[in-house]
Protein backbone atom coordinates (compact mmCIF):
# COMPACT_ATOMS: atom_id res chain seq x y z
CA UNK A 1 0.00 0.00 0.00
CA UNK A 2 2.92 2.31 -0.30
CA UNK A 3 1.28 4.00 -3.55
CA UNK A 4 -1.35 5.07 -1.30
CA UNK A 5 1.19 6.19 1.82
CA UNK A 6 1.35 9.82 3.05
CA UNK A 7 5.07 9.96 2.67
CA UNK A 8 7.20 12.69 1.10
CA UNK A 9 8.90 11.54 -2.34
CA UNK A 10 10.81 14.67 -3.39
CA UNK A 11 11.78 12.03 -6.73
CA UNK A 12 7.86 11.69 -7.73
CA UNK A 13 6.89 15.41 -6.93
CA UNK A 14 9.80 16.76 -9.08
CA UNK A 15 8.78 14.19 -12.31
CA UNK A 16 5.00 15.35 -11.35
CA UNK A 17 6.17 19.24 -11.71
CA UNK A 18 8.23 18.78 -14.63
CA UNK A 19 6.13 16.27 -16.26
CA UNK A 20 3.17 19.12 -15.97
CA UNK A 21 5.15 21.90 -17.24
CA UNK A 22 6.42 20.13 -20.31
CA UNK A 23 2.92 19.53 -21.20
CA UNK A 24 1.79 23.26 -20.68
CA UNK A 25 4.95 24.01 -23.07
CA UNK A 26 4.40 21.25 -25.78
CA UNK A 27 1.02 22.38 -25.81
CA UNK A 28 1.80 25.98 -26.02
CA UNK A 29 4.23 25.42 -28.55
CA UNK A 30 1.82 23.16 -30.41
CA UNK A 31 -0.88 25.83 -30.26
CA UNK A 32 1.47 28.49 -30.62
CA UNK A 33 3.15 27.24 -33.67
CA UNK A 34 -0.54 26.85 -35.17
CA UNK A 35 -1.43 30.00 -34.63
CA UNK A 36 1.53 31.86 -35.93
CA UNK A 37 1.12 29.80 -39.25
CA UNK A 38 -2.24 31.20 -39.46
CA UNK A 39 -4.07 27.89 -39.47
CA UNK A 40 -5.49 28.56 -36.45
CA UNK A 41 -7.61 31.40 -35.50
CA UNK A 42 -9.07 32.17 -31.65
CA UNK A 43 -12.20 32.62 -33.16
CA UNK A 44 -12.47 36.00 -31.46
CA UNK A 45 -10.72 37.76 -33.98
CA UNK A 46 -12.70 36.52 -37.31
CA UNK A 47 -13.93 39.81 -37.96
CA UNK A 48 -11.10 41.75 -38.75
CA UNK A 49 -8.39 40.30 -41.09
CA UNK A 50 -8.68 36.64 -42.00
CA UNK A 51 -5.65 36.30 -40.06
CA UNK A 52 -4.04 38.59 -37.76
CA UNK A 53 -0.83 37.73 -35.87
CA UNK A 54 -2.93 39.12 -32.65
CA UNK A 55 -4.40 35.93 -32.29
CA UNK A 56 -1.33 34.12 -32.07
CA UNK A 57 0.67 36.64 -29.29
CA UNK A 58 -3.00 35.73 -27.52
CA UNK A 59 -2.27 32.02 -27.48
CA UNK A 60 1.71 32.82 -26.30
CA UNK A 61 0.86 35.05 -23.77
CA UNK A 62 -1.58 32.74 -22.18
CA UNK A 63 0.74 29.81 -22.66
CA UNK A 64 3.64 31.76 -20.99
CA UNK A 65 1.28 33.31 -18.11
CA UNK A 66 0.15 29.45 -17.31
CA UNK A 67 3.73 28.17 -17.40
CA UNK A 68 4.71 31.16 -14.87
CA UNK A 69 1.99 30.45 -12.46
CA UNK A 70 2.35 27.01 -12.43
CA UNK A 71 5.91 27.40 -11.39
CA UNK A 72 4.72 29.43 -7.93
CA UNK A 73 0.74 27.91 -7.84
CA UNK A 74 0.18 24.57 -8.60
CA UNK A 75 -3.39 24.95 -7.61
CA UNK A 76 -4.48 28.01 -9.49
CA UNK A 77 -2.56 26.96 -12.59
CA UNK A 78 -4.11 23.21 -12.18
CA UNK A 79 -7.84 24.91 -11.90
CA UNK A 80 -6.90 27.15 -14.96
CA UNK A 81 -5.55 24.46 -17.03
CA UNK A 82 -9.47 22.47 -15.96
CA UNK A 83 -11.33 25.48 -16.82
CA UNK A 84 -9.52 26.14 -20.17
CA UNK A 85 -10.32 22.31 -20.77
CA UNK A 86 -14.05 23.06 -20.49
CA UNK A 87 -14.24 26.25 -22.05
CA UNK A 88 -12.78 23.75 -25.36
CA UNK A 89 -15.42 21.35 -24.69
CA UNK A 90 -18.03 24.08 -24.22
CA UNK A 91 -16.73 25.76 -27.35
CA UNK A 92 -16.77 22.77 -29.43
CA UNK A 93 -20.20 21.99 -28.33
CA UNK A 94 -21.38 26.04 -28.92
CA UNK A 95 -19.53 25.58 -32.59
CA UNK A 96 -21.35 22.27 -33.28
CA UNK A 97 -17.60 20.57 -33.90
CA UNK A 98 -17.60 17.23 -36.26
CA UNK A 99 -16.30 13.86 -34.74
CA UNK A 100 -12.97 14.40 -36.82
CA UNK A 101 -12.71 17.94 -34.90
CA UNK A 102 -13.70 16.62 -31.35
CA UNK A 103 -10.71 13.73 -31.50
CA UNK A 104 -8.20 16.39 -32.86
CA UNK A 105 -9.15 18.78 -30.19
CA UNK A 106 -9.49 15.94 -27.37
CA UNK A 107 -6.01 14.93 -28.31
CA UNK A 108 -3.87 17.88 -28.89
CA UNK A 109 -5.74 20.36 -26.36
CA UNK A 110 -7.91 19.07 -24.01
CA UNK A 111 -6.02 15.66 -22.81
CA UNK A 112 -2.88 17.33 -22.28
CA UNK A 113 -4.62 20.52 -20.71
CA UNK A 114 -7.03 18.08 -18.14
CA UNK A 115 -3.38 16.00 -17.98
CA UNK A 116 -0.96 18.84 -16.56
CA UNK A 117 -3.95 19.82 -14.13
CA UNK A 118 -3.60 16.79 -12.77
CA UNK A 119 0.07 16.88 -12.25
CA UNK A 120 -0.02 19.90 -11.02
CA UNK A 121 -2.51 18.75 -8.62
CA UNK A 122 -0.80 15.83 -7.59
CA UNK A 123 2.61 17.64 -7.25
CA UNK A 124 1.14 20.34 -4.59
CA UNK A 125 -0.57 17.65 -3.09
CA UNK A 126 3.07 15.62 -2.57
CA UNK A 127 4.39 19.66 -1.63
CA UNK A 128 1.99 19.30 1.45
CA UNK A 129 2.25 16.20 2.64
CA UNK A 130 6.41 17.29 2.66
CA UNK A 131 5.52 20.42 4.46
CA UNK A 132 3.55 18.80 6.92
CA UNK A 133 6.39 15.96 7.58
CA UNK A 134 8.98 18.73 8.38
CA UNK A 135 6.47 20.31 10.47
CA UNK A 136 5.91 17.23 13.06
CA UNK A 137 9.71 15.73 12.90
Do not use: K
Not at 44 to 61: C, H, K
Amino acid sequence: MELLARTCNTERMNIERIAARLFVVAGGLFWVFAAFSGTHTTGILENLDRYTPVSAFLVLGLTVGVFLLGMYFENLAAALLFAGAAGAIVWGVVAGWEGGVWMMNAVVLVGPMLLAGVLFLLAARMQNICTLEDVHA
